[in-house]
């Protein structure tokens, strides 16, 4: 049905390594006809990136999904995507956002050949125009030694500060930079993912905690076994445990734990991750 339709319709899990951070990324339906199947999902998540066409631009799942990140307090960046498609206007795209949505966009990144099949996407510097007054005035309404700085002194606006203030600020849901690219060529990603590495928040699990998380998806596998994917948030889990659920006490019968790009077998589940 996903490959038919051309859309998600259940949550995917896949975890993979930014450096010495693990992510682990669920990717949720954009349709609205599936939003109950994102709401299960949106509360397990340390921040979420919010995906808009650089060509259909902000659409009504787009705004429903704000206001759920909002209401939560889920913080979020956006990926302005298929930049590389006929019709393609990133910069349009950044400041209906601002127009339309409950945000304050940051535009990251500087489109090329928009609408272009050989559509290039440069990550903009924190130390250089326009980004680095883009940052300054926008993070100095919430900070004001940095606005200070920034009319009395720039020079001590490093790049590190900045980049620092605007994690801080993005973490408490202020502002939310956006990133442009085309992932079908993969333009624009290695920017997106030092994002998600650097800018974004995340939780510290403690695997020594009380066993604690939460089951977002329940399936059949082939052989009619019910399936339940868990994000684990504190304790550990091992195979043949026995846990206190609500109906009673259950026996860990399998675990497959989502690393490294695949799902496979393993004899315990720690905090922090989904399996």
């Not at 883009?134 to 920034?150: K, M």
């Not at 091992?238 to 799902?263: M, Y």
Request: hydrophobic share 50%; net charge neutral.
């Amino acid at each position: 049905l996903e490959r038919l339709r051309g859309i998600t319709i259940r949550a995917a899990v896949v975890s993979f390594a930014i450096g010495d951070r693990i992510v682990n990324l669920i990717d949720t339906p954009g349709h609205p006809d599936f939003i109950a199947e994102v709401e299960r999902v949106l509360g397990l998540l340390d921040a979420a990136v919010v995906v808009v066409s650089a060509v259909e631009g902000v659409q009504a799942q787009t705004r429903v999904l704000v206001r759920a990140l909002r209401r939560l307090g889920v913080p979020f960046i956006f990926f302005v995507n298929k930049v590389d498609r006929l019709g393609a206007r990133y910069q349009e795209v950044v400041e209906a956002l601002a127009a339309q949505l409950a945000v304050r966009p940051i535009a990251m990144s500087s489109v090329i050949d928009a609408g272009a099949k050989l559509a290039r996407v440069e990550a903009l510097s924190p130390g250089g125009e326009p980004l680095f007054s883009a940052l300054c005035e926008t993070l100095g309404e919430n900070d004001e030694a940095l606005l200070d700085d920034y009319v009395v002194a720039p020079d001590r606006l490093t790049e590190a500060r900045l980049w620092r203030c605007l994690a801080d600020q993005v973490a408490r849901g202020l502002v939310h930079p956006v990133f442009a690219g085309a992932a079908m060529t993969g333009a624009g990603i290695p920017a997106l993912a030092s994002a998600i590495a650097t800018i974004l928040p995340e939780r510290r699990p403690d695997p020594d905690g009380p066993v604690a998380g939460k089951i977002f998806k329940i399936e059949r596998g082939w052989g009619g076994e019910k399936l339940s994917y868990i994000y684990l948030n504190s304790g550990t889990v091992r195979l043949r445990q026995s846990l206190d659920l609500p109906k009673g006490p259950e026996r860990v019968t399998a675990i497959h734990v989502f690393e490294a790009g695949r799902v496979h077998g393993a004899e315990s589940l720690r905090a922090g991750q989904i399996a």
